[in-house]
């Protein structure tokens, strides 16, 4: 079998798999938002930038080879991973102490593993209509990051289209296929794929929020590195 | 007949005239903007039934192009090209005039008057600026006067096909020419020597002449067109990149008006080889004043049986051209976003690899070239690669056709061997004390005086030929912040950095210009800039802070009296708390500033 080096450890691969890939075979953790082994690679976050031999790369999208030798840790890595969660936090309006998602969110657990400490930039404090028209699903527009995967999820796998990307540049926001636009016009369910996938709190169960208190949440007591992705065996569903 | 039942009607027209695909949304988008100057809630949803394609999805392809709208544009939709040319030519004086004039807001869409007017990227006439699109067609050379002369034909409610036809006269401005321009072949003169010596002899002949990509990048075009010829596919493709849109480059536009023959048998030249049997011209949605000229040109080489069933006779060689138009989006000049958008979708870059010539329109192996590229490629199978060779370097052979605009007497096209300098060029062209000049367009490189015997050359400065040439009198960060603003309106929002990254780029800039900028946000500037050439997921963000970079090392004295001391207020704290204050009463204007230590 193929190898390549993480951080000088050898990582096995076969033929056609990604970094990102390789490295959560092997139960290596490479930080990452838009990733979700359920679905196509996306590499919209950038979170998980790795560098090899000099060049940096998305370690998402990026095949793996047998003469890589990738760099997960150094400080121009992490310094750069740390930019990118502080242009996300300024970009939309991430609360963490009023959001419920707070304990259980990957954008503020992968924050936390690469040591932020404040949003740094100027914040564009965007103003974002909440929609809570669906019964049993809310949207906050404002903690959005454009990962795409209740996108993904909706089309892939619920067969539904729900969620799209509508604007450009800055203006890129997710839109919500229906005529009134509202997502209690959609055909989202409950049960939908789509519900399941975020990463932050953007889409939330209605009437759940409090079901498990924070100081009990998913990542108050292990980092990310070792418990791995919200979204992975129902952890979002907040119990 | 009402409005609604009328964009229904329209719709179902379209659809029955042409083809249900999905692919085609886009072009029937554009089609319909054209008919309703928006596209009516209507039409999407009609349009979203007949394409089997979620309304989101139609709504999502028409916020991404800037020249379709929810909403009606005026009668007459004027925008004002905003390259910084134009700005230099004084477009924003002449936006004032006419806003004045009109007694309209710019930006402010139509509302219940007829004209709106806005600002759009680079036209591409900066040799004959300030440029604007009136409905989708070109006007050059605005001044007060043309200015005045529209107002009234506005005001009139003239149709625009009834304007003065020197409105639209679009001068090809070539002066000075070299092997490319002065080679002349005739139509299906280079297909004849393909027949003639086979496909592998040809490409064997592209590749000793050395020809690489003239989009910008360099890659080798028989190498890619070789490696699109080996991919197994039961379909090929040839597209031709004529989405000109970095600022300052306009040569495409004349090759497209006066050698459309020849791009068309490189196109079918390249079909030949890689078996593709339909190709594709995309063409930049500002220059919709070309579209027919094009479509004639291609039912001339049908007539002449160089295009269509059993091309110059042979059996199995059948191949088809479409023009497909864009919409206002400079990210769809990067390959496989165009390809994106030539299946009617946004043009977000895809992942890569797999590369175009292995998966690209429809996932079948494609040939993305560069309209120059095309015709050059035509012109050495005609005429040999040695003759190709006798122009340019070992790693750059042949010709560059540079569109030269700015500050200069003598703005046009301008054909020089590859390994021309700097000087040279700013000698022929008429430019007089040059402070700078922007090589490759806003995505490219500033360079400064001392830089001036650099050469143009992929192994030096690449570019897809963009040269704007800056005076000493200019302010460069006005330039920068040129650049700035349109990589913010450009970016296509897909990855952190590049969405992100460039708009707090475009603020520091902005904070730099007027004044409020320390040496912290000098190394924010740098951070930022960095990160997004690092880390952006395609060629416009890791170009886009290039502008700022080039800034920062090589032109520290445009900034370095403009900046105040880290401590220093980021904003003016008199004018901030000016309304505060007179609620209050309070008339003690300068006391704040006063009390700064």
């Known amino acids: 079998m193929s190898t390549f080096r993480l951080d000088g450890k050898p990582i096995p691969f076969t033929k056609g798999q990604t970094i990102m890939e390789a490295a959560l075979a092997a139960s290596e953790y490479i930080p990452h938002l838009c990733h979700n082994p359920e679905f196509t690679p996306h590499g919209s976050c950038r979170v998980c930038v790795v560098q090899n031999n000099g060049r940096f790369i998305s370690a998402c999208t990026q095949q793996a080879q047998n003469d890589m030798d990738i760099d997960n840790s150094s400080t121009r890595v992490n310094d750069y991973r740390k930019s990118l969660l502080q242009m996300l936090f300024v970009e939309g309006n991430h609360v963490c102490p009023g959001c419920e998602k707070s304990g259980a969110c990957q954008l503020q657990a992968v924050a936390y593993y690469v040591g932020m400490l404040s949003p740094r930039f100027t914040h564009f404090f965007p103003c974002r209509e909440v929609d809570a028209s669906h019964a049993d699903v809310a949207i906050d527009f404002n903690r959005c990051i454009l990962c795409e995967l209740c996108v993904r999820a909706s089309r892939d796998v619920d067969g539904k289209y729900v969620f799209t990307i509508n604007g450009r540049g800055l203006d890129a926001h997710l839109a919500i296929n229906s005529t009134s636009g509202k997502l209690g016009d959609s055909t989202l369910s409950v049960d939908d794929k789509a519900v399941q996938v975020c990463p932050v709190g953007a889409i939330l169960l209605k009437n759940r929020a409090y079901d498990n208190p924070i100081g009990e949440r998913l990542y108050d007591k292990k980092p990310v590195s070792i418990i791995g992705d919200v979204a992975a065996n129902g952890n979002n569903k907040h119990d | 007949m009402n409005p609604t039942d009328h964009a229904v009607e329209f719709v179902n027209e379209l659809i029955a005239s042409s083809d249900a695909e999905p692919h085609l949304l886009l072009q ?11 596209i009516p809630a209507t039409a999407s949803a009609t349009l979203s039934q007949h394409l089997d394609t979620p309304l989101a999805v139609v709504n999502g392809v028409i916020d991404f192009y800037t020249f379709l709208h929810t909403s009606p544009r005026g009668e007459y939709d004027i925008l004002f090209s905003d390259n910084i040319t134009d700005r230099m030519a004084g477009s924003q004086l002449l936006i004032k005039q006419l806003c004045n004039r009109l007694g309209v807001e ?275 199978t005609v005429h040999g690669s040695d003759w190709f060779r006798t122009r340019g370097t070992t790693e750059s052979s042949g010709t560059k056709l540079l569109s030269i605009s700015g500050d200069c007497r003598l703005p046009g096209i301008y054909e020089y061997p590859f390994g021309v300098t700097i000087r040279e060029i700013l000698k022929d062209c008429g430019a007089d004390n040059t402070q ?26 690449a570019t897809g030929g963009s040269f704007m040439v800056f005076n000493r009198e200019r302010d460069l960060l006005a330039v920068t912040q040129n650049f700035s603003r349109f990589f913010v309106h450009e970016s296509c929002g897909f990855c952190t950095p590049c969405r992100v990254g460039g708009a707090l780029l475009d603020k520091l800039v902005y904070k730099l210009q007027r004044g409020r900028a320390s040496r912290y946000d000098l190394e924010e500037m ?32 445009t900034y370095e009296n403009r900046l105040i001391d880290d401590y220093g207020p980021a904003f003016d704290l008199e004018a901030a708390t000016k309304d505060a204050r007179e609620i209050s009463g309070r008339h003690d204007n300068g006391i704040i500033t006063e009390r700064q230590p």
């Open chain 2, 28 to 38: 029937h988008l554009i089609r319909i903007q054209q008919e309703f100057s928006c």
């Open chain 2, 106 to 380: 710019p930006g402010a869409g139509a509302g219940t008057g007829n004209t709106s007017v806005d600002a759009t990227s680079c036209t591409g006439m900066c040799d004959q600026g300030p440029g604007m699109l009136i409905n989708g067609m070109t006007i050059t050379q605005l001044d007060e006067q043309r200015i005045e002369q529209i107002a009234e034909l506005v005001e009139q409610n003239r149709p625009v096909d009834e304007w003065p036809q020197d409105f639209f006269a679009v001068s090809e401005n070539i002066r000075r020419t070299d092997l490319l321009l002065n080679a002349r072949i005739q139509a299906g003169e280079a297909l004849n020597s393909m027949l003639a010596s086979g496909s592998c002899k040809t490409l064997e002949s592209i590749d000793a002449a050395g020809l690489r990509g003239r989009g910008g990048a360099g890659f080798k075009t028989a190498l890619k067109w070789s490696l699109c010829q080996n991919t197994q596919a039961d379909e090929r493709y040839v597209v031709c990149n004529a989405d000109e849109g970095e600022p300052g480059t306009f040569k495409d536009r004349v090759l497209l008006q006066s050698r459309a023959e020849e791009l068309l048998e490189g196109m079918t030249l390249c079909a030949g080889i890689i078996g593709a049997r339909k190709g594709f011209i995309y063409l930049r949605g500002e220059y919709l004043y070309l579209l027919d000229h094009l479509n004639s040109s291609i039912e001339a080489r049908r007539a002449n049986g160089l295009l269509g069933k059993s091309i110059t006779g042979q059996s199995n060689f059948d191949f088809e051209v479409e023009i497909h138009l864009g919409a206002g989006a400079y990210i769809c000049g990067e390959e496989s976003s165009l390809i994106e958008s030539l299946e009617g979708k946004r043009g977000i870059p895809r992942i890569r690899p797999p590369f175009p010539v292995m998966q690209g329109y429809l996932g079948k192996p494609t040939v993305v070239n560069n309209v120059e590229t095309f015709i050059a490629a035509a012109q050495i």
């Open chain 2, 526 to 557: 740098r951070t930022i800039a960095t990160l997004m050439r690092d880390t952006s997921h395609c060629g416009l963000g890791t170009t886009a802070p290039n502008p700022v970079l080039d800034l920062l090392d090589k032109f520290p004295y």
């Open chain 2, 436 to 461: 700078a000049v922007q090589v490759a367009g806003a995505a490219g490189h500033m360079i400064p005086v001392d830089e001036f015997d650099r050469s143009i050359a992929y192994e030096d400065i």
